[in-house]
């Protein structure tokens, strides 16, 4: 089989229209540039749930140049359906038989199963590469959070911890040795920040093949200027539940008297067709409450400009954390947890307060109570050129697939005069 060159078969559970969470919209904005910087043909497989299509059912669409084909997930998916799905295997070789990309690119790809992996190499002579957006290839509830919604602090995964935590070990034990037999089919493993990569590799992943490649952010606009407030806006878009501090955050205003401040929340869930804002309208807290609809990488300056503080207590060592980088660069203060790659862009008491992982309130009350104190109207922060582009994320995985790729042609013409 002669591989086409700079095609690019790019796997992720959510796409456009569905631009829910980091990796899509990472996957989504650096398709976009690959198809229009670099020339490449960039077609994307990824997954949608309408009941009132037959399961399987596949769709097909474009946006931003790139040609998407969408496979309809039964409602009724079982433990071992999220790992291995032989029926969406099957799909995505026959169009990766016929597309012939010479990358395979896949993000993240729960609910849709990896034994698709074993086909493309076994058929097909792509290139697999794999970005580890969380912990799902190491963890079996993907964030490593205990069932009491904590982070459980492991480094080297021990399954005598894990087996206090899962339902059910032995199927626990065969889903990690699954994983782990389909991750040897991966020719290069990508990872949005060190950290991330560090526990990958202390976990068994081989430190040669892996690679940081740093999630990049939409830059803000020439005209950006954050709008003047008389009181402090303190931003949240991290949805609802313990693991980006949702439970925290409504706790801690709740117990806080002052209302000379407004919190700006992001309804993210809306891009889904859902709501989780209630909680928020139905509170007793007392500073102004201002709901926002879910922003678009387009509109997501409207957003930052509302705000002078963004809260980030995220309850997990985060592989990234792309809203805190979105921030960063629009002259915006973080709250964040010490959690993992976050804080790679934070400096403490410079353009952040870093407070520990814990449920204990009083961490994220006494950094809020700090950022009532400050006056926010001209702050600037002095690191923001650190921050990674969309371009220059693009730039280096463009750099690491060629090198992936001249990787391969060099070792066939050295077994050739072998």
């Not at 606009?221 to 925290?248: H, M």
């Not at 930052?304 to 963004?310: A, F, R, S």
């Amino acid at each position: 089989m002669i591989l086409k060159s700079n095609t690019l078969l790019s796997i992720n559970v959510y796409y456009s229209p569905q631009s829910f969470g980091g990796a899509t919209i990472v996957a989504e904005e650096v398709n976009a540039i690959l198809t229009s910087d670099y020339i490449w043909d960039v077609m994307v497989i990824t997954s949608y749930r309408d009941d009132s299509c037959i399961p399987y059912h596949i769709r097909k669409y474009k946006s931003k140049g790139v040609t998407i084909i969408a496979i309809n997930l039964p409602k009724d998916l079982s433990y071992e359906d999220f790992y291995i799905n032989d029926k969406i295997a099957d799909i995505i070789s026959d169009i990766a038989i016929r597309f012939n990309p010479s990358i395979t690119h896949i993000h993240s790809i729960q609910t849709m199963g990896a034994s698709f992996m074993r086909n493309l190499s076994l058929f097909t002579e792509t290139k697999i590469v794999l970005t580890l957006h969380d912990c799902w290839w190491i963890c079996e509830r993907q964030f490593m959070i205990n069932r009491e919604g904590r982070y459980c602090f492991q480094q080297k995964i021990d399954p005598m911890t894990c087996m206090y935590c899962v339902d059910d070990i032995n199927r626990y034990e065969k889903r990690s040795k699954y994983l782990s037999m389909i991750s040897k089919y991966v020719d290069m493993f990508l990872f949005p920040s060190d950290f991330h990569r560090e526990l990958h590799i202390t976990n068994g992943y081989p430190a040669e093949k892996c690679f940081t490649n740093k999630n990049g952010v939409r830059l803000p606009n020439p005209e950006y200027k954050k709008q003047k407030s008389p009181v402090i806006r303190f931003g949240f878009t991290g949805g609802p539940g313990k693991i980006k501090g949702y439970d925290l955050i409504l706790k801690v205003f709740q117990e806080i008297e002052l209302n000379n401040y407004e919190l700006v929340v992001v309804d993210g869930a809306k891009n889904l067709g859902k709501s989780w804002s209630h909680a928020f309208k139905n509170s007793n807290i007392k500073g102004k409450i201002r709901i926002m609809p879910a922003f678009t990488q387009d509109t997501m300056d409207d957003f930052y400009k509302h705000i002078d503080v963004l809260l980030f207590p995220s309850q997990w060592k985060e592989s990234f954390g792309l809203t805190v980088r979105e921030a960063l660069v629009r002259n915006i203060w973080v709250i964040s947890t010490d959690g993992g790659g976050t804080t790679e862009d934070l400096v403490d008491n410079e353009n952040a307060y870093i407070i520990p992982i814990s449920s204990n309130t009083d961490h994220l009350k006494e950094a809020i109570f700090k950022c009532i104190d400050k006056e926010w109207a001209f702050y600037e922060n002095e690191y923001a050129e650190d921050i990674i582009s969309y371009h220059r994320q693009a730039e280096n995985l463009y750099k690491l697939y060629l090198n992936l790729l001249n990787t391969e042609e060099k070792d066939h013409q050295l077994a050739q005069e072998v």
